[in-house]
């Protein structure tokens, strides 16, 4: 049976002997302190009988102990207790016995018999104490009702004992069933992802519990991986689609270079080629960098870093280009905005911004590069009078290769704002998108190091 060898039915067995063995102390501890104590009480009477007794027959000799023996039967003759004074050959003297008993001796010095009545054979417990000149006294009680306590007690525990074991057991099986059934569920939902159906969720009951839990979390993990797959198809996808073109680019350069017969014209398409394959170049090392920082396998260079420095440096850079474009390009810095960091993830950061805000902004426009410190962290923020991007689309522009429909045309292979992307990560950096009125404004928060 399957549910027998489920790791709840097995705990809920250990449980059951545990609590098995629990009940067992309890119920030794009860016996202990009700039937033992009713044993102590009827041994102690039985004791002070028989000193009492010893001393009546030493002060009132034989004679007299006849006599106090009839006096304490006949003034209570259903007390239960139990007389038997007899010579060396234990033939009675007196007592309420007709006859010495035959006794079960036990090793703590006390005895135990069958005593007849007219309620037919009950049991008894006694002393023995020897007189002088060889004669014995019997001092005892009658234990029915502890005799019968006793049984209650033992048949209460066994019963009890055994239907709480079994209870237990098919609390475990009931248990281990919803267990399963919960186990189960996930199982089928792991064995639809194998076979490629990444729809499969995991249903939750509501409660709250550590199930569905486990659940919310197994249903935000196939969401994530649903994500990234998606992500995987559509890189494919776009890295077969646009480069595609370069490719097919590259090799009709090639061709037409090997059927030219003048070296000039063929030396210009062999210099197309090698431009083309130094794009293609570029493009894969993009990928390969953004897959080592988003991996968490790059190795970067941690060090102290004037954000003041590199926007300097960047803006510098592009300066030639956007005046080339007739386009407004310019820095306020108002703090050094020294961080943490690798400083050539960090200019390329910087330096990709600027190149698409460059690239899309039209002549004439402008181009605002702020370096401001908060409270919190330092921000860096680039905004650009160009097209700018739709509030539905801010996201996907950071995925690798996505271009939007109006930019197609410009050149570029749509890893720029990915690898932005990707440098803030790995500095635990907030990377945000918005409305610059016209155009787009890119803010990147650095927490203060």
Known sequence: M????????????LYATFFALSITILAGFLYWSTIGYMQRQTDATIEAEVTGLAEQYRSLRLLGLVRVIRERIEANPDSGAIYLFADRNYTPLAGNLDRWPELASRADGWYSFRHRTRRGDVPARARVFALPEGLVLLVGREIADLDRTTSIFLNALAWGGGIAFILSLLGGVLMSSSVLRRVEQINATTHQIISGDLSGRVQSRGTGDEFDELADNFNRMLDEIERLLSRVRHVGDSIAHDLRTPLTRLRNSLDEAARMD????????????????????????????????????????????????????????????????????????????DICGDRDLLFQLLANLIDNAVKYTPEGGRIEVELEEHAQCIVLRVADSGPGIPAELRERVLDSFYRLDSSR???????????????????GAALSLGDNRPGLTVEVRFARG
């Open 2 to 13: 399957r549910v027998i060898r489920t790791s709840t039915f097995q705990l809920t067995l």
């Open 262 to 337: 003048n070296p000039i014209d063929a030396r210009q398409r062999i210099e197309d080629a090698l431009a083309d394959a130094d794009g293609l170049l570029r493009t894969f090392s993009a990928l390969l960098r953004i897959a080592n920082i988003e991996s968490g396998s790059y190795a970067g260079d941690e060090q102290r870093v004037s954000m003041r420095v590199l926007v300097d440096d960047a803006v510098e850079l592009y300066q030639a280009l956007a005046d080339e474009r007739h386009i407004l390009l310019s820095a306020s810095c108002s703090t050094d905005g």
């Open 409 to 427: 045309h410009a050149p570029g292979n749509g890893l720029g704002l990915s690898l932005v992307k990707a440098v803030a990560d790995y500095h």
